[in-house]
């Protein structure tokens, strides 16, 4: 019970060091997407067969060392073979397995000179808990924190102390979710807990946060793919329009060409100089041609397309052009009545914004709303 009792203490004292457990949720973007080479395969004796030689056997080698390479020969040189399956790759292509094997990035920044690395190291990283634990629940990734990668994510993610853990998920883009980091060193009890904890707290959220963004792409897919429909059927409509009324004017100029000439009547000088008593007034047809005019312009103008969600579920699609404001969205809505919506503001999510009275005269396009966009209402009490 006594030992019992001391491991529950250092664990508790563990996690109410400042330098030990630092938690936050931010993302951070990242445009590293070189070719990768990821490690497959171990051999019966623990050794992936696809690691090039330690470095002890070749010094003059680590020059030649690619990237992806270099931080599992420094590791493996000190610390032996036996440690988590450490994916040989470029950091993009990690966190592209982790999304497609629905797991979180378990990501070590490697500081050789840190008089604190070699007992993290032999203690807690190379234990048998640790190792069964990481390989069975992350994709894990690691990197020298002095260059290369492990260098940008030692400044991205403002490393203070070694040795460095963290926990990130791959989320839209090029970005990354920062779930979890730990500075300092740490018991492998206390590691898997952390990383236990981070599991059953972040896991669901983030995958449900992770699965509304993706929905949302997929709309704006959908309504795209519909407006390539909708554009290429009117193309068609108009082009079996003209084929029509070509034929038509052909047949016309047939039929005018067969008909008989009659001789051209002479007008009396009384005709001539009839005035027709009905001239229209050139301000009335002035008018008239700008509404048309008006009309015209305003089917030219590019169409935007928005879904629009209602607090109960039902949905709504309508056209507008991009040059209309967000209030014609407001007067829309205001017009179908919908029962139950009294006062409420637009707004889109990932990333959420909201379109109230700043943005009434806004256009769609200056929005961002061109030429797709779904937008939820939100009702305000």
């Not at 709309?219 to 009324?245: G, H, M, T």
């Amino acid at each position: 019970m006594a030992s019992g009792q001391t491991s529950h203490d250092l664990i508790e004292g563990l996690r109410t060091s400042c330098n030990n457990l630092v938690r936050r949720m931010m993302r951070l973007p990242f445009g590293i997407l070189d070719d990768i080479s990821r490690v497959i395969g171990r051999e019966a004796t623990g050794r992936n067969s696809s690691y090039p030689e330690p470095l002890h056997q070749h010094e003059d080698f680590e020059i030649n060392i690619p990237e992806e390479w270099y931080f599992l020969n420094v590791f493996e040189r000190q610390y032996g073979e036996s440690h988590p399956f450490f994916y040989a790759s470029r950091f993009m292509e990690a966190l592209k397995i982790a999304k497609n094997e629905s797991k979180f990035v378990f990501v070590y920044l490697h500081s050789p000179d840190h008089p604190l690395t070699p007992s993290f190291c032999h203690e807690t990283l190379c234990s048998e808990l640790v190792v069964q634990f990481l390989d069975a629940n992350f994709v894990s990734w690691g990197a020298v924190a002095s260059r290369g990668e492990g260098l940008e994510m030692a400044l991205a993610l403002r490393v203070s102390s070694f040795p460095f853990c963290a926990v990130v998920a791959p989320a839209t883009g090029k970005a990354i979710a920062v779930l979890q980091q730990v500075e300092g060193p740490v018991s492998p009890e206390a590691l898997v807990e952390i990383l236990q904890r981070t599991l059953e707290e972040q896991g669901s959220a983030f995958r449900l946060s992770i699965a509304a963004e993706e929905e949302v792409i997929r709309e704006n897919r959908r309504l795209r793919e519909e407006q390539d429909k909708a554009y290429l059927a009117a193309l068609q409509k108009d082009k079996e329009k003209e084929e029509v009324l070509s034929a038509t004017e052909r047949r016309r100029k047939a039929n005018d060409e067969n008909l008989p000439r009659k001789p051209a009547q002479k007008r009396t000088l009384e005709e001539m100089k009839e005035v027709p008593k009905e001239t229209p007034r050139p301000k009335e047809a002035s008018k008239e041609a700008q509404k048309k005019e008006n009309i015209t312009l305003r089917k030219m103008q590019p169409r935007t397309r928005l879904l629009i969600r209602f607090p109960n579920g039902t949905k709504k699609e309508q056209k507008f052009t991009s040059t209309d404001t967000i209030r014609s969205i407001y007067k829309y809505i205001d017009s179908l009545e919908i029962p139950g919506v009294g006062s409420y503001q637009l707004i889109s999510n990932f990333p959420r914004k909201v379109y109230g009275h700043e943005q009434l005269d806004m256009t769609l396009r200056e929005a961002g709303l061109h030429p797709n966009a779904a937008l939820f209402l939100e009702l305000i009490s």
